[in-house]
């Protein structure tokens, strides 16, 4: 079978590999699609945390199961996704039902080798029911899912000013579940064709430029001066990280969903008058697949907005590069396998 190798940052290599055997406990997958995120543009940059070359990317896929071992309830060329954050199952993280923060985990595509060829070896745990969605729909589950963990983590409620940092994919979808939970909701970026798209696809009602305009007296004025009871970095970016610590309300809860190698640094004073909850979101859960997957078949989300550029897998090699480029207008790159 291909295979697509990024063997060190900035240089791809297509090659043959042997297609993966059964094994206990896991299963074979042919990949169908596969969704390019941050993490695997940051990975061919040389920016992504937690990463080593040589590594096959892709986390962000839709498959159809070719053969199973151990996974009661699916069948053989059943449309699924799968939960890439694979985990040891007996850590404390594991035992106390947060598997997406494994002490061991395993991320697929980060850790060990993703989706970028023609059939994988997964746990059988991971498999997730296709339920009549598209392999372009499923595709998406993963990312989208991403946000709604963030969500959740936020415990956001109808009614509250929920700001966004950062209009890339997955801060849209974060955007999205906010939406759903019945938040008002803000969208920042300095990007001013994302902040089109937020408005046009999304119908985002509030969004800020702070490259243009006074963010902290704009959220003021959204907010008649209480400013946001939930704050959600999507940007990964440290200046960004750093300065959104001003933008919370007395109270508020400020969610790190974006990654930063760096430290973050923010005043104590400012912090502890607010009483306020600084906390980090990684990966998703199950129940967050499931909760996208059922927003999905009820139209609350309509997963075609995110797809602007599409590509076949021989010609990945030669694309990739200029997704990296904003002026290009990039939200969500798929890769098409057949």
Known sequence: MKILTCLKPGQFEYAEKEMPLLSKDLSIIKIKRVGICGTDLHAFEGTQPYFTYPRILGHELAAAIVETNNADGFENSEAVTIIPYFN?????????????????IKVCGVHIDGAMVEYLSVPSYSLVHGDGLSYDELALVEPLAIGAHGIRRAGVKEGEFVLVIG?????????????IAGAHVIAMDVNKNRLKFCEKNLNIAFTINPAEENALEKLKQITSGDMPTVVIDATGNLNAINNAFQYMAHGARYVLIGLQKENISFSHPEFHKREATLMSSRN?????????????????VNPATYITH?????????????????????????VQMD
């Open 167 to 179: 209009a890339g994919p997955i801060g849209l979808g974060t955007m999205e579940f906010a939406r």
């Open 310 to 334: 599409r590509v076949m897998f021989a010609h990945v090699k030669d694309e990739f590069e200029n997704w990296l480029n904003p002026a290009n207008g990039v939200i969500k790159a798929m």
């Open 284 to 300: 998703a859960t199950r129940s967050d697949f499931e909760h996208v997957i059922n927003s999905m078949k009820k139209s609350l």
């Open 88 to 104: 040891c199952g007996i850590c404390i993280a594991c035992r106390n039902g947060k598997p997406n923060c494994c002490a061991s």
